[in-house]
């Protein structure tokens, strides 16, 4: 089982890339899929996002409570980086109508 800081690492780091690359169609299925598991399985709602250099800061409703947590931002945008270096193995597949 996830526990609620992996299910928000993933998101957070999928999102990154999604926000980076709107035309990516695996960012954004894969996007949904934790969006869905932060508001169906953890009660998650009321996502806000912010960094500085060093870090991203999420701040989030679960239920009832207010959390925050942060994340290092050099974490986050790893798969993103990875991306940006190595474009030709990261080709987009658009969804056939």
């Known amino acids: ?4 800081q992996d ?3 993933n998101w957070l780091t999928i999102k990154v890339v999604s926000d ?3 035309e990516d169609t695996a960012a954004i299925d894969t996007l949904k899929h ?3 598991m932060l508001k169906d399985e953890y009660l998650i709602s009321n ?10 800061y999420v701040a989030y409703q679960q239920g009832e409570d207010s959390k925050k947590t942060r994340f290092p931002r050099e974490l986050i945008e790893v798969m993103l980086d ?11 597949f658009p ?3």
């Not at 089982?1 to 609620?4: A, P, R, T």
């Not at 912010?50 to 870090?55: I, L, P, Q």
């Not at 990875?82 to 987009?92: C, L, M």
Request: hydrophobic share 35%.
């Open 47 to 56: 996502v806000e996002i912010t960094h500085d250099e060093m870090m991203y």
């Open 34 to 36: 934790f969006e869905r």
């Open 20 to 22: 980076a690359r709107p």
């Open 1 to 4: 089982m996830n526990s609620v």
């Open 7 to 9: 299910v928000l690492y």
């Open 95 to 97: 969804i056939a109508d």
């Open 82 to 92: 990875q991306i940006s270096r190595e474009p030709e193995k990261y080709e987009n």
